[in-house]
């Protein structure tokens, strides 16, 4: 169980729910909050970072970035604690749960939502799966080309804040 734990890198997922968070406190000083909306956002933001996690081990070792030469924060692909069809596995559940969560909240959050509110919140669950896979995954692994920071902006930035301050509120301001 550690290794699995240590794979999810804990000291990761206190700044993934930093953003949820602030669309929370956002929310309130609009006069609004939910503490369901708030434990879903936060439990789907801490999924969709285990995945990240995940899929980035699993990537960096198959790509070579995590090689016998990588002396610091080992990563568990890479010391064989955790085999690359065990965390292929690991990234498919982590990607189920978060979309799992992920819709969860949104049938409470949005529940009173018109159908394409409810369409576009969908769309951008799935691609915030995809964004967390497709960092070291693929052919083109978007992380190498230098683009990492500006998904996590856009996905644990931007969406995540506005996102969550919508789903609580059903506007942003």
């Given at each position: 169980m550690n290794r699995w734990i240590e794979a999810a890198r804990p000291r990761t997922l206190p700044l993934a729910i930093s953003s949820i968070l602030l669309g929370n406190f956002l929310a309130y000083a609009a006069g609004k909050f939910s503490f369901l909306t708030a434990s879903l956002a936060i439990l789907t933001t801490l999924l969709?970072?285990?995945l990240s996690n995940f899929a980035n081990d699993l990537g960096d070792s198959k790509n070579g970035v995590d090689n016998?030469?990588?002396k610091v924060a080992l990563r568990a692909v890479q010391t064989g604690k955790i085999s690359p069809s065990e965390m292929k596995n690991a990234v498919i559940i982590a990607a189920s749960l978060s979309f799992i969560s992920g819709i969860s909240l949104l049938y409470f959050a949005?529940?009173?939502a018109n159908p394409q509110t409810i369409t576009a919140f969908v769309g951008l669950g799935?691609?915030?799966?995809l964004?967390?896979?497709a960092y070291t995954v693929g052919k083109k692994p978007y992380g190498y080309m230098g683009l990492g920071e500006l998904f996590v902006f856009v996905f644990f930035g931007l969406v995540a804040t506005c996102g969550t301050m919508f789903a609580v509120t059903q506007?942003?301001?």
């Open positions: 969709l970072q285990i016998k030469n990588r949005l529940q009173y799935i691609l915030a799966i964004a967390a896979i506007h942003i301001t």
